[in-house]
């Protein structure tokens, strides 16, 4: 936990951000701003008094769209689904949804029509993916119906990099991220989990090892200590999260 002094430099440091990103919006002709430190919680990013940026320094399209009041909201918003799907930046501009290259994973999560429908005329959205499975998110609007194409290309890699330092500094600043060193795995036991997330029984994983069923057991009994767990299942939902599962 910080003590008194870091938590006022990275409190600083998040006022400064949140400044930056409000005018970072308004010098792009995109200022209406939302953000979210973790698109499945439902408690909107507050400032060091405990009032919602979204109240304070941030405005939306719709001022009557209390966005951060409304816990189904990330539910619905094609917006925040779409960041489920890209770790990049991307924009919607002429009824379109576009990023540095073609995502079809992007498109296929977008939904023009609702862009549209929540007065969106264009917007930049980079999303913000963090340690633990966590997905944070800036999005920059506007009401009018821009051509951003080159707008984005000139500005996305700050824009990006922005968003990472704002929601970053904000989880450092609430002790919101990991606590505690680094979790470092053996092959061994990457691949035990690896194969059991895949749905393996022990004994198919000590068959495609060519290990025994009890070494099989000790190297993921022996990951879930590792990773402050108790049982394969909690082993393989943690280590996911940390980045040692993914797709072969």
Known sequence: MPDKLSSQLLENDLVALASEVAESGRRIGLPYVAVSADI??????????????????????DPKLEYWKDRMFALRSTLVHATRTCAEPFYYSNGQVRSWRRNDALVAATDAEQYSSAHIGAAIVSPVHLPGGVIGAVVWASEEALDLADVFSAEADHLHALALRFVATYHDARDLGPQGPAVYLTRREIQCLKWAAAGKTDAEIATIMDISVPTVRFHITNSATKL????????????????YIGHE
């Open 40 to 61: 499945s919680s439902p408690q909107p990013m507050c400032d060091g008094d405990g009032r919602a940026y979204a109240e304070t320094l941030f405005r939306w399209i």
């Open 228 to 243: 402050g767990v108790a049982g394969k299942a909690r082993a393989i939902q943690r280590a996911s999260t940390l980045g």
